[in-house]
């Protein structure tokens, strides 16, 4: 559901564009705003995980989200749109840091675990944006974005009643902490904690996470704007509807991204969780450098290019949440997936603001230049931390 509704949002950039008298640097900087508090929410998020357990905190999410939404239905303007996407920012953060703590503390198999929990993801990475586009087909996206939060609420009554052991994998050697060793309970050890991760190797990965965020938010918030622009992918008259076949396009590259998700976790359990992070962030920057030559070259060659992009893109999530396991105690992993994802998404949100901007300033092949960097310094500082 958390991704359902994240990947939702770039379906309607377009539709925002062509609503509200804004400009694609204001929806950018909207957008970023939202997708901020997901990442900024998560540390505190982190912090409640630890003391509270996940449970709880997933069922507020998914509450949260559907009233996110529901906001979002009646919105009369671009402001409205803001404060009702910065709601659902603040209510998203606490799934990644509870939800992956969760799969840290309460299951052995942690390879498989963070592949079927990405899988679960990119179902809905690719599911939300196709069922935007199909629901556009039949109703206003005031009405989708209602119908939208239907599930939400679902799931959130069954979150509130399952029950299970959220430490049953917690060992005494497992980042040197006993199951009792749970959490921080002051400000001082708040601080302490968190010096002890950012001074450490945890610091390289932290690195490496944020530029991922960069990345990700940077190339997928105005890829479906890019793709409408395409001739490839004009629109078409079909049964005396338009179609737009961008959005089919950009939910197939997401749906690709399920087997990247799969893969990338199967690779957490056979490979050098850092060897792995350089060599999947080295083909980011290929692809970024080549996806708009091969948009230029015809209709096939974009889409093979962009089913690699959406299998890369993915492939570095269970990676990089495998490593954070590696690098960090259980009895503050909740805190560390907590700065995980103030890295992917609070820093990373800014990816979607540069993208506006670059696309407002200057051009898409400046955009993918930029994203390619991000890429190169992340597999370089993958590589380093290999080598140590």
């Not at 609420?153 to 050697?173: I, M």
């Not at 918030?221 to 890019?226: A, C, H, I, S, V």
């Not at 976790?265 to 850092?274: I, N, P, V, W, Y």
């Not at 089913?307 to 570095?316: D, K, P």
């Amino acid at each position: 559901m958390v991704h359902t509704y994240e990947l939702s949002i770039p379906i309607l950039i377009p539709l925002w564009l062509a609503e509200f008298p804004v400009t694609q640097s204001t929806v950018g900087a909207v957008v970023a705003a939202g997708y901020a508090l997901f990442g900024l929410g998560a540390l505190p998020g982190g912090i409640l995980s630890d003391r509270v357990g996940s449970r709880r905190l997933i069922a507020a999410c998914l509450f949260g989200m559907a009233g996110s939404f529901l906001l979002l239905s009646v919105a009369p303007s671009m402001l409205v749109v803001g404060v009702a996407l910065v709601c659902w920012g603040a209510a998203a953060s606490v799934y990644h840091p509870s939800g992956l703590s969760l799969i840290s503390t309460g299951v052995e198999d942690r390879g498989d675990a963070f592949a079927y929990h990405g899988i679960a993801g990119n179902v809905g990475i690719a599911l939300g944006p196709l069922a935007v586009t199909l629901l556009l087909l039949v109703a206003d996206w005031q009405t989708v974005t209602a119908v939208l939060a239907v599930p939400a609420v679902v799931a959130g009554a069954v979150a509130l009643r399952v029950r299970f052991d959220e430490r049953a994998a917690v060992t005494e050697t497992d980042g040197g902490d006993s199951k009792s060793d749970v959490g921080v309970s002051s400000v001082s050890e708040f601080l302490a904690e968190s010096k002890t991760l950012l001074v450490g190797p945890f610091a390289a990965v932290f690195l490496v996470v944020m530029l991922s965020g960069l990345y990700y938010r940077g190339v997928l918030t105005f890829l479906p704007d890019l793709l409408s622009g395409f001739p490839s992918f004009a629109p078409v008259e079909f049964g005396g509807r338009e179609l737009q076949p961008y959005r089919y396009a950009y939910s197939g590259l997401l749906l690709v991204g399920v087997a990247g998700q799969y893969v990338g976790g199967k690779l957490t359990d056979r490979f050098a969780t850092e060897r792995a992070l350089a060599a999947a962030f080295g083909a980011l920057a290929v692809l970024a450098v080549v996806f708009l030559p091969a948009a230029d070259a015809g209709l096939v060659p974009l889409l093979a290019v962009g089913a690699l992009l959406g299998f890369a893109l993915f492939v570095v999530q269970p990676l990089y949440q495998a490593t954070v396991a590696v690098y960090t105690p259980a009895g503050t992993r909740g805190l560390s997936y907590g700065y995980t994802y103030l890295g992917v998404f609070g820093v990373g949100a800014l990816g979607a603001a540069i993208a506006g901007g670059i696309l407002q300033y200057a051009d898409a092949p400046t955009l993918f230049a930029v994203l390619a960097g991000f890429a190169v310094v992340a597999s370089g500082t993958a590589a380093w931390l290999s080598s140590r």
